[in-house]
């Protein structure tokens, strides 16, 4: 019978969201190889390495296939060799509905909703794999609301801060800009599919500056890359502008027409000279003199800022602050000129539609139900009360292992009184604390409609192949879930074909669907092989491209960009960008325990190029790609030599929250005073049973509510004798 091709999209968390090509074995069903669109602009007819093996996942050996239940007696713990099969035992999805139902139910009944907690992220960032039929069926529950902070708000409500919506330059315009600052942005490992926008932009003669407290693969390959000490962005964005002003190389005629603040910003950067940014920083003065100069001076110059930058205690201000140099220069009025952080903010699904908010007053709480931030889970297992979580129901995410302050969540997850769920595609960290475990299906095995935040396409994805085992989508979870419960809504019977219609808007009055959907169906689509551009006025009947904010329309309270921000002025916050440095920083080192000598370094819990956060991780072709740096802690000779560490030696990375037994690198990817390790599964390390998160806190960033994992101190010291790093087990 030969094959067929099927066009889905990836939905990992990536902002590339490619469109990918699936090809089926039409006899077995068997999805045989995976390719980029080459009809896609921005996929371009290839797919990163990660996703080039995604049937490595599919058809993994370890793929959860059927719903699991613990075990009588087998108390909860960390995922070791076996427990799979020594702590679960198989169920069918009656009788797990069953269970989830009436535990859910109860627990609700006696120490009421809100003490049930959903805890998910971006597993999937399909519009209806993210959040449709779950928020509904929460909702619907009186469960408590998850504050989902884990990844971008800082960074988010930092750029409203500045434009009040999250636009970004167009990445087709990258090629032509003649000066790109990649700032914390690994392009080259995160954002392949922009590399050839500025491959093509250096063959024109541009440069490519990366600004990175680590050399990864972009600032490699860059033509200069300048290390900030971690948290310390803030600090160079604001002596970028003291030059830009002092010198008189800001675009007057844009910033008088579409800024206001400039006064305020003038003085407020004042003393925020290169030399206080060196002593900061650690980039020398000359260099920050001269990178104020080529960015102000080179048209059309843009900035690639990614997400790593707001992970820090200042990281919200750092955001503010680096958002500002284009409005400051003008970069917007060139095409390829501008910033990108997310393109997110031009897309607009109807989420109102897909999550149904107005569900939680039809609860047994009659009301919108308390808010949790997902950074504090922690907290939120261990210490919240009024009412204490009772149930957590674990989907689209991997908490045991991308959780901050991981002790403190382990010793959550190991309540026996905490009844907890785990909707996962393997066997993770999280799901060896369940209680109930259920298989759930890939991008290829479920229809989904997404955006992208890296891109101006909306793709339809297909349902390219059947799910393995008994494996179920998020949606089909759910909805089984609200009739076992016996919800009697009708929207919780709506098909994914009838959410994906909703979340398009087609079900609106005519007219009232966002402009930049205007039209766009699900018809549509699947009419032009799956991708439609986001329709731009600007782009209509030939017009020119679209270029952020080139209308002059800022949805601020000022209508213009805001140097300064009277809007955080009145909730009381800082309403410029203003530097502190973090309180685990080299700037604070002196707080450190009175056993720090020769004193602490500052950590990075950096992501491995070859996984998506947790995912992909446990995979052997993946960890063999990924063997240069796992297991390993990265730090600067010369702080090894002080410590006594030599190349290869095991090492105890600690801290008074949790340590690690690790391997020392000796490199000069990091700079001295900064070490690093990557991101893996608790349970495949040397440790057996945490993470790098095991080093970093629950404090917050100082907007959005998000985690601080790149203000982090450790001690790091000789391993003891006797207490060696062990051989990782791959499994």
């Not at 990536?14 to 990918?20: E, Q, R």
């Not at 995976?34 to 995604?54: I, N, S």
Request: glycine share 10%.
């Amino acid at each position: 019978m030969g094959t067929h091709t099927t066009r889905a999209v990836c939905s990992l968390d990536c902002p590339d969201s490619c469109g990918v090509l699936v090809t089926v074995d039409s006899a077995s069903g068997r999805a045989v190889s995976l390719a980029g669109d080459p009809q896609h602009p921005v996929t371009r007819g290839f797919l990163c390495g990660k996703v080039a093996r995604y049937l490595d996942h599919v058809y993994a050996p370890d793929r959860l296939l059927y719903p699991l239940r613990r075990r009588a007696g087998v108390p909860k713990g960390p995922r070791t060799p076996g427990c799979l099969e020594h702590a679960f035992e198989r169920i069918g999805w009656d009788e797990a509905l069953d269970r989830i139902a009436t535990r859910l139910t109860g627990i609700a009944r006696e120490h009421g909703p809100e003490s049930i907690l959903p805890y998910s992220y971006a597993g999937t960032i399909g519009a209806l794999g993210y959040g449709s039929m779950d928020r509904r069926f929460f909702h619907r529950l009186g469960a408590s609301q998850l504050d989902r902070t884990i990844c971008a708000t800082a960074g988010g409500e930092a750029l409203l801060s500045v434009y009040g919506r999250k636009l970004g330059t167009d990445p087709e315009d990258f090629h032509r800009a003649r000066l790109i600052l990649a700032w914390g942005a690994n392009i080259h490992s995160n954002n392949i599919h922009l590399w050839p926008q500025i491959e093509q932009a250096r063959r024109q003669g541009a440069r490519l500056v990366v600004i990175d407290p680590y050399q990864t693969r972009t600032a490699r390959l860059a033509d200069q890359h300048l290390a900030p000490h971690p948290g310390t962005d803030t600090a160079l964005a604001l002596a970028l502008m003291h030059v830009i002003l002092r010198d008189g190389l800001e675009h007057r005629a844009w910033v008088e027409q579409h800024t206001s603040g400039l006064a305020h910003l003038r003085a407020h950067v004042a003393g925020c000279t290169p030399a206080h940014a060196a002593a900061a920083t650690g980039i020398d003065a000359a260099t920050i003199e001269a990178l104020a100069h080529a960015y102000a001076t080179t048209r059309p110059a843009v900035i690639r800022l990614n997400y790593g930058v707001q992970r820090s205690e200042n990281g919200a201000a750092a955001v503010r602050a680096i958002a500002m140099l284009p409005a400051l220069t003008g970069a917007w009025a060139e095409l390829g000129g501008g910033l990108q952080l997310s393109t997110s903010g031009a897309f607009s699904f109807d989420k109102k539609a897909l999550e149904m908010p107005e569900l939680m007053r039809r609860s047994p709480l009659g009301r919108p139900a308390r808010v949790v931030n997902m950074t504090l889970l922690g907290d939120a297992l261990t210490t919240l009360g009024n009412p204490a979580v009772h149930a957590l129901f674990v989907y689209n995410s991997n908490p045991a292992v991308i959780a901050p302050d991981q002790g403190r969540v382990l010793a959550g997850l190991a309540r026996e009184d905490l009844f907890t769920v785990v909707h996962e595609q393997s066997f993770t960290d999280t799901a060896a604390y369940a209680d109930i475990v259920l298989p759930a299906t890939t991008f290829l095995e479920h229809a989904d409609v997404q955006g992208a935040y890296g891109h101006h396409y909306v793709q339809l994805s297909e349902q390219a192949i059947a799910p393995p085992g008994e494996a179920r989508s998020n949606t089909a979870l759910f909805r089984a879930l609200a009739a076992r419960i016996g919800f009697p809504e009708p929207c919780f019977e709506d098909s994914d074909e009838a959410l994906i219609a909703q979340a398009l808007g087609e079900a609106l009055p005519a007219g009232q669907q966002a402009p930049s959907m205007r039209g766009i169906t699900r018809a549509s689509l699947r009419a032009r092989g799956g991708s439609e551009r986001l329709h731009f006025p600007s782009e209509e009947h030939g017009g020119e491209r679209f270029r952020p904010f080139s209308d002059g329309v800022f949805p601020t309270s000022s209508g213009k960009a805001e140097f300064f921000s009277p809007a955080m002025a009145a909730r009381g916050l800082d309403p410029m960008p203003t530097f502190h440095p973090p309180a685990e920083s080299r700037f604070h080192a002196a707080q450190a325990p009175a056993d720090a000598a020769p004193g602490p370094l500052e950590f990075l819990p950096r992501k491995g190029g070859h996984f998506m956060n947790s995912t992909l991780a446990n995979h052997p072709a993946h960890q063999h790609m990924q063997r240069e740096t796992l297991d390993r802690l990265e730090m600067h000779p010369l702080d090894a030599g002080a410590r006594g560490i030599g190349e290869g030696d095991p090492v105890l990375v600690r801290n008074e929250r949790g340590s690690l037994r690790l391997t020392a690198l000796l490199t000069a990817r990091v700079q001295p005073g900064v070490c690093a390790a990557v991101m893996g599964w608790n349970s495949r390390g040397p440790s057996g049973f945490g993470g790098v998160n095991q080093l970093t806190s629950q404090r917050l960033t100082d907007l959005g509510g998000g985690p601080t994992f790149y203000s982090t101190l450790v001690l790091v010291e000789p391993c003891p004798a006797g207490e060696a790093a062990s051989a990782p087990e791959v499994f």
